[in-house]
């Protein structure tokens, strides 16, 4: 079985990267539209934003969690990870984070989505790992919710999710996370 703790560490890993992209050259200033409700992630459980209903149409349980609180550029953000290997294709995170989004645009690979009515940058990543999608919401100003779905398990017939399949996954998780997320705002 998978250690979702090695998920989050890519979290904790990977929002580095973010938070140092931030200082990259101007670009547009939002690329994204209106938010359909700004959602004050960082006042939000990361671990709430799957209902148990939601969890277990992935073959999850709440009790397949793990919360962490990384610390990113000098912020502490608040993540949670889902994933059992013996029920599950993929695992799932949640993670908020006190950044803009816009400094995720750019990157290699990286497209600008609309997720739920939210601006989002996708990311894909497949070189060293399985398949991995990322999805960095802009969920408030200077708010983001990070959310990734990596492969962890075979299909039935024995053959690993692709990476197209993946981020519908990643999209599917977004959809999801963010309708409950808008649920919890105070």
Same mark, same amino acid.
């Given at each position: ?62 009790? +397949?969690?793990? &919360? ?6 000098? %912020?502490?953000?608040? =993540?949670? !990870?889902?994933?059992? #290997?013996?029920?599950? +294709?993929?695992? &799932? ?6 950044? %803009?989004?816009?400094? =995720?645009? !750019?990157?290699?690979? #990286? ?76």
């Amino acid at each position: 079985m998978i250690d979702v703790r090695c998920h989050l560490g890519i979290l904790a890993v990977a929002g580095s990267m973010l938070v140092g992209c931030s200082a990259a050259a101007e670009g547009p200033s939002d690329p994204f539209p209106p938010r359909p409700q700004p959602i004050e992630v960082m006042a939000i459980d990361p671990c709430r934003v799957l209902t148990p209903e939601q969890l277990a149409s992935r073959g999850l349980t709440p009790e +397949d969690r793990n &919360y962490a609180e990384p610390v990113v550029g000098g %912020d502490t953000t608040y =993540a949670c !990870g889902w994933g059992n #290997s013996w029920t599950a +294709d993929f695992s &799932y995170s949640a993670q908020m984070m006190p950044v %803009d989004a816009a400094s =995720a645009v !750019g990157g290699p690979g #990286s497209q600008v989505r609309v997720i739920a009515g939210y601006g989002a940058v996708r990311n894909m990543v497949r070189e060293n790992t399985s398949p991995m999608c990322e999805l960095v919401v802009d969920a408030a100003d200077g708010r983001v919710m990070r959310l990734q779905v990596q492969v962890i398990g075979l299909k039935p017939d024995g053959s690993t999710p692709s990476i197209d399949e993946t981020c519908r996954e990643a999209e599917r998780l977004g959809v999801d996370a963010l309708g409950t997320a808008r649920t919890l705002t105070p």
